[in-house]
């Protein structure tokens, strides 16, 4: 089994910064992409940021130039860094990782922390 524990999350006011972090382990060959998701109240969950086993990133347009996503290939672990966050930061973050399993691929997701930014 493959899990996600993810940690960082919490209440900060506009214009700070907060790392989020996921530790995936369990039993696996390899993981592909890792990537943050987040959903808040009332919306859909949507990709904030992705990278793929290469290093290849992408981000969701809101983030740009904002958030920083980052993997440590030897601790199974990826990182968001956000900074100058806005109130429409808020909401729960999800870790997501495509692990591979023999000869499968599977989606796994973490349980979600809650991030609110406020003044």
């Known amino acids: 089994q493959v899990q996600l524990v993810e940690s960082g999350g919490g209440l900060v006011q506009p214009g700070g910064s907060l790392r989020l972090s996921c530790a995936v382990s369990?039993?696996?060959?390899?993981?592909?992409?890792l990537g943050w998701y987040r959903q808040a109240p009332g919306e859909q969950r949507e990709l904030v940021a992705r990278?793929?086993?290469?290093?290849?990133?992408s981000y969701a347009d809101s983030v740009k130039g904002r958030f920083t996503i980052s993997r440590d290939n030897a601790k199974n672990t990826v990182h968001l860094q956000m900074n100058s966050l806005k109130p429409e930061d808020t909401a729960v973050y999800y870790c997501?990782?495509?692990?591979?399993?023999?000869?499968?691929?599977?989606?796994?997701w973490g349980q979600g922390t809650q991030v609110t930014v406020s003044s």
């Open positions: 997501n990782a495509e692990v591979v399993t023999t000869d499968i691929m599977t989606p796994y």
């Open positions: 369990g039993s696996m060959i390899s993981i592909a992409a």
């Open positions: 990278i793929g086993s290469g290093g290849d990133t």
